[in-house]
């Protein structure tokens, strides 16, 4: 389902709301920095958008309504030089009600040239929120999938087949290990 999703927004079918939903872990983060650069940038180099006046990423640290409200009254506007704007909410689940209700109204009548992209566990987030989002379920993959990422990190056959099996599949998990 990635690439359909990965498809759409290289195509310009991209939805305007988008919910990454999966273990931590399983690429929530990486997966929504690439369909931001996507949106943003047109190409699939999510390192670029640290300087992109038109990304904002929300949510490692605590968030507060004000902030919400700041950034979504921007989201209402046209972006820098006339571009597509991607604002990232990391941990979704993790905002408060309030904060939730005050994204609502961006998601139900967003600007044209505005992706929001949350990433976390759907089911932390209000029915309201989740039904307006496209949800991307990502999950683990099999151990062998994992082992052979490993390996091209640099691990040895064995070591990768260790820690595949020890994370459950979970590629950043048996990175972390």
Do not use: W
Not at 38 to 50: A, H, I, N, S, V
């Amino acid at each position: 389902m990635q690439e359909r999703l990965i498809e759409a927004i290289i195509a310009g079918r991209a939805p305007h709301a988008i919910l990454i939903s999966g273990p931590e872990g399983s690429g929530r983060r990486e997966l929504a920095r690439t369909c931001a650069a996507l949106y943003c940038l047109g190409e699939d180099q999510p390192e670029r958008l640290t300087n992109c006046p038109n990304y904002y990423e929300i949510g490692e640290n605590t968030v507060k309504v004000d902030d919400i409200r700041t950034l979504l009254s921007s989201a209402a506007m046209q972006g820098f030089n006339g571009g597509k704007r991607a604002f990232v909410f990391l941990n979704a689940q993790n905002m408060s009600t309030q904060i939730q209700n005050t994204l609502l109204k961006t998601l139900e009548e967003p600007h044209s040239e505005t992706m929001l992209i949350l990433t976390g566990n759907e089911f932390g987030l209000l029915p309201t929120i989740r039904s307006r989002c496209l949800i991307e379920r990502i999950g683990a993959s099999d151990t062998q999938t994992t082992a052979r990422a490993l390996m091209r990190d640099g691990l040895s056959e064995s070591d990768a087949q260790f820690y595949a099996s020890l994370s459950d599949g979970i590629v950043n998990r048996a990175r972390a290990y």
